[in-house]
């Protein structure tokens, strides 16, 4: 799926929203987004799925407990999905819905993604395929004392530095903004990636030839147990590639396995290879 103008814009425009307005997406741009989610069918490691927007017809004013994100302020529009199983298809659906998020976004919507939500709304998730997160959409309001609480105490707004996410040759030696050359700015989207309960489990090295080795700290648990940290490192995934193609450089996802030694709790996940 393509985006309208460079990604980086929306990247950096995109925040989870939790109060939304009552108001009807307008016609013309849920068939965008319906557009989009036609669009977004292949995993890059051959995961085939499916998304579409869905509408709820919740109450004006009537709190609803979607999942773990709080409750959310007049929730009615949804991107909803299924992929393929596979030992990758967490990854991938992450991927491919985090191209949607940005679709909404660089049409002036908000959206916020839902981990472990309450399936007993959500019949449409039915069949053989993972429903992994889905993603609240839809026009924003001015966010109430509610959710300023949940961005506060989850430190939404806030993200490590690069000495937290970025090595070079190994875990002992960080990668410096200054030398990250022509992949500093798709490293910096990727640091902004969403991630569940801003958890942030990214961890990146270099190695020859600027491939780049994606590696998944297991910060919460609960979150490891339930592939919520897969459906992370997917979004991080759509991030830099999405990123390094708005400055040119091309590239593959691929699953080689550096063997480095590795920090605690830590493991390999996939690799982008420039070409």
């Known amino acids: 799926m393509m985006l309208d103008e460079p990604p980086s814009k929306a990247i950096l425009a995109r925040r989870s929203v939790r109060n939304y307005s009552p108001e009807d997406i307008p016609p ?3 068939q965008l987004l319906n557009e989009a989610c036609s669009s977004s069918t292949n995993a890059p490691f051959g995961e085939t799925a499916s998304f579409q927007v869905i509408e709820k017809p919740f109450k004006r004013g009537e709190p ?3 999942g773990n994100y709080g409750l959310q302020g007049n929730p009615r529009y949804f991107f909803v999905g299924s992929i393929t199983p596979s030992p990758t298809a967490l990854m991938g659906y992450g991927y491919l819905m ?3 998020v ?4 660089e049409l002036g919507l908000g959206t916020c993604w839902m981990g472990y939500f309450n399936e007993e709304y959500f019949p449409e998730v039915t069949g053989d395929g993972l429903t992994p997160a889905i993603v609240v959409v839809g026009r924003t309001e001015k966010p109430r004392l509610g959710e300023k609480i949940v961005r506060s105490a989850i430190k939404a707004d806030k993200r490590k530095d690069w000495s937290h996410f970025f090595f070079e040759g190994t875990f002992d030696r960080p990668l410096s903004r200054s030398n990250a050359g022509e992949y500093e700015q798709p490293l910096e989207m990727l640091r902004l990636a969403p991630s569940s309960g801003n958890t942030q489990p990214l961890r990146v090295v270099r190695g020859q030839d600027n491939v780049f080795h994606l590696h998944m700290r297991i910060v919460k648990k609960k979150y490891h147990a339930l592939g919520m940290h897969l459906v992370d490192t997917g979004i ?6 999405l ?3 708005e400055v040119g450089l091309g590239g593959e996802w691929r699953m080689v396995d550096p063997d480095l030694a590795l920090p605690s709790e830590t493991e390999y996940r996939v690799s982008w290879f420039p070409k």
């Open 28 to 30: 013309d741009l849920l």
């Open 243 to 245: 990123a390094a193609r």
């Open 102 to 105: 940005l679709r909404a976004t």
């Open 236 to 241: 991080a995934m759509a991030h830099l590639e």
């Open 64 to 66: 609803v407990k979607l």
């Open 98 to 100: 985090e191209h949607l």
